[in-house]
């Protein structure tokens, strides 16, 4: 994630606003490929980012659930609509903790979720097979490979004062994943939102439609 971001006037709304201006694929010659989405974005307050620290409620990565008389859901108790414990999709649902060794060791797999407000930048996929009229349908990548296109940047506001903010946000990602599946030679648009510190959600936005092919530059 690259950021540029400037001083606005100080009329701008505390809740966060983007526009969307690019995506690009970036061709690695015999390397990986990088897919590039450019944002331009405004925050009237400036609390925009998440710190390698920020991991403590509301930040917290996953939260464990229980059941209705408070007892944590593991897979010995699981209810009948949780879902299966599987290599793929394990690290979104159930988690396995331990504790000692020897004689001692105790091994248990608790249910959990991802918790969203881990992360403050947001990307959900929608495709169709390109030249047809078939309606956009999402891919969910976590359901199908448990993977996030979900991701987080850093403090934008250095400074211990609030401040409106303007810039750029890229977000960049290897299409190692992607080339993997069918997107590449769907039709495909990305919807992409963003979050501040107080968990305000930005507006929504659409790319255009694109295939991979369209969009590659050398």
Not at 21 to 38: F, Q
Not at 90 to 101: D, E, K, M, P
Not at 157 to 164: C, G, I, M
Request: net charge negative; proline share 8%.
């Amino acid at each position: 994630m690259i950021i540029g971001a400037c001083h606005a006037p100080p009329e701008l709304p505390s809740i966060p606003f983007i526009e969307f201006k690019k995506v690009e694929i970036k061709s690695g010659g015999e390397t990986t490929d990088s897919l590039n989405i450019y944002l331009y974005f405004e925050d009237g307050d400036g609390d925009l980012g998440l710190a390698v620290w920020d991991t403590l409620p509301p930040f917290n990565p996953i939260n464990y659930l229980f059941d209705a008389s408070g007892n944590p859901i593991t897979y010995a108790n699981r209810r009948p609509e949780d879902p299966p414990f599987n290599s793929q999709t394990n690290n979104i649902y159930w988690q396995i903790l331990s504790s000692g060794s020897g004689d001692n060791f105790r091994a248990d797999t608790f249910r959990i979720e991802l918790n969203p407000n881990h992360k403050n930048f947001f990307l959900r996929i929608y495709s169709k097979p390109a030249g047809t009229d078939q309606p956009y349908e999402e891919f969910d990548l976590l359901e199908e490979f448990g993977l996030s296109l979900d991701s987080r940047f850093p403090y934008l506001n250095t400074t211990d004062k609030n401040r409106p903010l303007q810039g750029e946000l890229k977000y960049g990602l290897n299409t190692r994943g992607l080339n993997n599946t069918d997107l590449r030679f769907d039709s495909v648009k990305f919807e992409i939102w963003i979050q501040d510190r107080a968990l305000n959600e930005s507006n929504r936005v659409f790319t255009p439609p694109f295939t991979f092919k369209d969009i590659t530059v050398d």
